[in-house]
T-cell receptor
């Protein structure tokens, strides 16, 4: 089955810890994205990547970092610099970015203890 | 910053009725428009894409686009309780063409 997987489904972080969220896709899509969603809020773009080894900051990149070493993978690290990281994190991909439809993974719910 | 506006709702309709969801956008150059459905606690699911003025129908769903007035709507015919969800409108940011701008979503409740 083609699709986007995210792991873990739930993640708990202690204050001051860095944590990494996994996102993998087997759709052969070039573009991948990370969004954050807070309760009752819309989606806010953290980072996106059009091609391997290249990525751009979105609207709320501070406190986050990404890498794109493989076409299939786009992990997101939530660093200790992110002061309010509790949220629902969504990874998405699209064929080539731009005007293309984006498809979402199941999400990771991060909670800071 | 490009904007996509939606009425947050909740919009309540009886089972079997037509639900009408609206979205306005600020970027006149937008060329494609997407509707996503998001159930509580789940990720968004793409349900409709529309690129040209007019109507596009897919089963019980109809998307309507009016570029001159900068609005796009989603009609759900014969609404079912399983349609109860948040509906997100998304429009590409034509200045930064590689990202979508999402509205905050409209909560739809279908009462049986």
């Amino acid at each position: 089955d083609g699709g986007i997987t995210q792991s873990p489904k739930y993640l708990f972080r202690k204050e001051g810890q860095n944590v990494t969220l996994s996102c993998e896709q087997n759709l052969n899509h070039d573009a991948m994205y990370w969004y954050r969603q807070d309760p009752g809020q819309g989606l806010r773009l953290i980072y996106y990547s059009q091609i391997v080894n290249d990525f751009q900051k979105g609207d709320i990149a501070e406190g986050y970092s990404v890498s794109r070493e493989k076409k299939e993978s786009f992990p997101l690290t939530v660093t200790s610099a992110q002061k309010n990281p509790t949220a629902f994190y969504l990874c998405a991909s699209s064929l080539a970015g731009g005007l293309d439809e984006q498809f979402f993974g199941p999400g990771t719910r991060l909670t800071v203890l | 910053q490009k904007e996509v506006e939606q009425n947050s709702g909740p919009l309540s309709v009886p089972e079997g009725a037509i639900a009408s969801l609206n979205c306005t956008y600020s970027d006149r150059g937008s060329q494609s428009f997407f509707w996503y459905r998001q159930y509580s606690g789940k990720s968004p699911e793409l349900i409709m894409s529309i690129y040209s003025n007019g109507d596009k129908e897919d089963g019980r769903f109809t998307a309507q686009l009016n570029k001159a007035s900068q609005y796009v709507s989603l009609l759900i015919r014969d609404s079912q309780p399983s349609d109860s969800a948040t509906y997100l409108c998304a429009v590409p940011d034509m200045e930064y063409g590689n990202k979508l701008v999402f509205g905050a979503g409209t909560i739809l409740r279908v009462k049986s």
